[in-house]
């Protein structure tokens, strides 16, 4: 393809640059088809040689830990930036480890991540999906785990990526939290996050850097035809699904790309730093890459915005 810059934001007090479109790596974990180890170690080249060098990483993303850590084998470090999570959900995989939350086993589970990772640190540690707020953030925690995995290095920066905004504003209280993951609520379809007061303001307020999950609703808002990338998918709300039938259309009526669309209004919103796109091939990789590097047609969001699809 030709050559295009993806643009880069700083991560909040992280000081890191990262690229708008940080490389979320279920799309090879197998979720969602089939990602062959080959082919999953050249996606992950050709996206740093694109500049999408921010990895952002999970054990409950099926096989892709160990498959990203066999493409990071001889990558110099300084050129990728790598996140991770601690599943607290309890998705288990085979690689995961059984654990209950505590502080001593969330530096268990990280150092075997690093181990499959091939690194000796993580740029950031999301704990993710707790259920509830009061055990993680209790003394012996989870957080306590990630903040004693940061003050041996292991860690370089801690936060929590989750949808409760609840749970949020109790993160952002302990003062300990430099980024943040949220997720389906700042799209063309729902936009609760960027509410006055709401968890946006809230991480701008205390410089936390910002990740937004799902800016295209599991692949509806891509332009692809709706109900096959619903099934791919496995996204099942009906309002949603018509929703993005019609911006679908819209688009197709006036030859512009819904992805271009869903991707640009979320790069609008200058408190978001990055909107991390499992990418399964290096088409999608390619067509995501020129979503963020190239300027809508004038007047094209204003226009769909004022559709109020």
């Not at 709300?237 to 993005?244: Q, S």
């Not at 819209?250 to 992805?259: G, H, M, N, T």
Request: hydrophobic fraction near 45%; aromatic fraction near 6%; proline fraction near 4%.
């Amino acid at each position: 393809m030709a050559t295009l810059q993806v643009p880069r934001r700083i991560w909040g007090r992280t000081g890191l640059s990262i690229p708008v479109i940080p490389f979320g790596t279920q799309g090879f974990g197998n979720h969602f088809g089939d990602v062959g180890d080959d082919a999953a170690i050249a996606l992950v080249h050709h996206a740093i040689d694109l500049g999408v060098n921010h990895f952002d990483c999970a054990r409950c993303y099926g096989d892709s830990l160990r498959k990203l850590g066999l493409a990071l084998q001889g990558v110099p470090r300084e050129r990728v930036i790598v996140s991770a999570r601690l599943c607290l959900h309890r998705v288990l995989t085979p690689l995961q480890l059984e654990h209950a939350g505590t502080a001593d086993d969330v530096v268990r589970d990280v150092e075997d991540q690093l181990k499959l990772l091939h690194i000796d640190f993580l740029d950031a540690l999301l704990l993710h999906d707790p259920s509830d707020m009061a055990p993680v953030l209790a003394k012996g925690g989870a957080l306590d785990g990630a903040l004693r995995l940061k003050d041996r290095g292991l860690v370089r920066h801690v936060g929590f990526g989750m949808r409760p905004h609840d749970f949020h504003r109790q993160a952002l209280e302990t003062g300990a939290v430099d980024v943040m993951l949220t997720f389906s609520d700042f799209n063309l379809l729902r936009r609760s996050a960027a509410e006055r007061g709401g968890i946006l303001e809230q991480a701008a307020k205390h410089g936390v850097g910002v990740l937004n999950g799902f800016s295209i609703m599991r692949g509806i808002l891509t332009g692809a035809p709706v109900a096959e990338a619903a099934e791919r998918g496995r996204w099942t709300n009906a309002e949603d699904i018509a929703r993005a039938t019609a911006m679908r259309q819209w688009a197709i009526d006036r030859e512009v790309s819904l992805l271009d669309i869903a991707l640009q209004f979320c790069l609008a919103e200058i408190r978001i730093h990055g909107n991390p796109l499992g990418n399964q091939n290096i088409a999608e990789l390619e067509q995501n890459v020129a979503a963020v590097s190239k300027p809508l047609p004038d007047g094209i969001l204003k226009e769909f915005l004022g559709a109020a699809l």
